[in-house]
């Protein structure tokens, strides 16, 4: 309307003051509606072709949004493990600190396991210290066997030399039978020595392995019944969260409730512009807003970062060969802003809907003399009329609260 207005105090109004002062002529008269268009053809042409150029042209270097909000993150609450809950410590929407516990699962069978290995440890370790005086009893056992051969092959070897000095006083039998107790002695002597070295082995390697073994089940035991405390990863509030004593959580089916952090965002918005307003947005660019959350209240920020793709053209592979005409979505061009003023925007809940509208500033542009003739006189008019769409924003700022009201 602004921009009709405009172009009508330019073209109609020098008209029509041209045909009533300059040629006398009177409305109802000379001046009628039959033959107000035949005489101001030139004027209404040039009024809408101006008008529409206006239009166009500001509102491509002014662009509005109107999908700006304020971004948050949430942190699902999960468990590592499925299970039945035992307790609960907080309640829905309290505020917890990072490392409070929220609620613990029931920990029966991992206190089982526990006490399992560490009844076990005891069995190994008390068998440890029984190994020593195993070791001490085979070791006399080898002493004894390596004694009885030793006298064995004494008693063989005196009969063997009895023998050789007269054949008549040893027999043939009892060299035989002493060669047999050798035999016999030095398989007992071996058989000594292989319990001894078994005995050794299984203190030395088999029972440590085995404690190790048990105390990596009382860890792992341990470990699930530490983990089976679900707690606060950040600070922030607890939110849709209604776990009570004996409910049944599994993080694959579904979060415990929600976390939403203190610090999320930090006071940035984004905003979505229409492609066609690409080539005008640039970083540091001065965007006002106005939000329902605030009402009567228009906000400066300014641009301070542009997403460089349109998320419309994202694919995935699968296994069917895509169609470009199936994506009939157009994407829209976010930017990233930030307040003007620190803590202007801190009254404002993350998630509220508001509404944009980005101005361009080519005063430095035309200082600097980059603009000149009439792209400079273009651009004064431009943002001349800049002020007429923060008019309009500010308006916009008052009806938003009315508008929420009405249809929501």
Not at 54 to 82: G, Q
Not at 129 to 145: M, R, Y
Not at 193 to 211: T, Y
Request: hydrophobic residues 45%; negative net charge.
């Amino acid at each position: 309307m602004l921009e009709l207005i405009f172009s009508a105090l330019i073209t109609i109004l020098p008209d029509y003051l041209y045909r009533r002062y300059r040629q006398g002529k009177r409305i109802g008269h000379e001046i009628t509606l039959f033959n107000v268009w035949y005489e101001l053809r030139w004027g209404l042409t040039s009024c809408a072709v101006l008008a529409i150029a206006l239009i166009t042209v500001i509102f491509h270097f002014h662009p509005a949004a109107t999908s700006v909000s304020a971004p948050f993150r949430t942190v699902s609450i999960l468990s590592e493990r499925a299970g039945r809950v035992a307790e609960v410590y907080v309640n829905n929407n309290d505020q917890v600190k990072a490392g409070d516990a929220i609620f613990r699962l029931d920990t029966s069978r991992q206190e089982a396991s526990a006490e399992t290995a560490r009844r076990r440890i005891a069995e190994v370790e008390a068998t440890l210290d029984a190994g020593a005086e195993d070791i001490a009893v085979a070791q006399a056992q080898v002493l004894s066997a390596e004694a009885a051969f030793l006298q064995a092959q004494d008693d063989l070897q005196r009969r063997q030399d009895v023998a050789r000095r007269n054949e008549t006083v040893v027999s043939e039998q009892e060299l035989q039978r002493l060669t047999s107790a050798v035999t016999q002695a030095e398989g007992v002597y071996d058989g000594a020595q292989a319990a001894l070295r078994g005995i050794e082995a299984r203190v030395a390697e088999v029972l440590p392995a085995q404690k190790s073994s048990a105390e990596a089940m009382l860890a792992e035991a341990l470990t699930e019944i530490r983990l089976s405390t679900v707690t606060a990863e950040v600070d922030g509030a607890v939110t849709q969260f209604l776990l009570k004593p004996g409910d049944l959580v599994n993080p694959i089916l579904r979060p415990a409730g929600i976390l939403v952090p203190d610090v999320t965002g930090q006071g940035r918005f984004i905003a979505t512009f229409k492609q066609i307003a690409t080539p005008v947005l640039k970083d540091g660019m001065l965007v006002e807003i106005t939000c329902a959350a605030k009402p009567l209240e228009v906000i400066p920020m300014v641009i301070s970062e542009r997403q460089r793709v349109v998320a419309a053209g994202q694919f995935r592979p699968g296994d069917a060969l895509q169609d470009a005409l199936e994506r009939q979505r157009k994407g829209s061009v976010l930017v990233f802003l930030e307040p003007v003023y620190a803590g202007h925007t801190d009254d404002i809940p993350p998630g509220s809907a508001c509404v944009g509208m980005a101005y361009s500033n080519r005063g430095l542009e035309m200082a600097a003399g980059e603009i000149t003739g009439f792209a400079r006189l273009t651009t004064s008019i431009v943002d001349g009329m800049g002020i007429a769409n923060a008019i309009l924003m500010r308006a916009q700022a008052i009806l938003l609260p009315v508008r929420t009201l009405v249809f929501n």
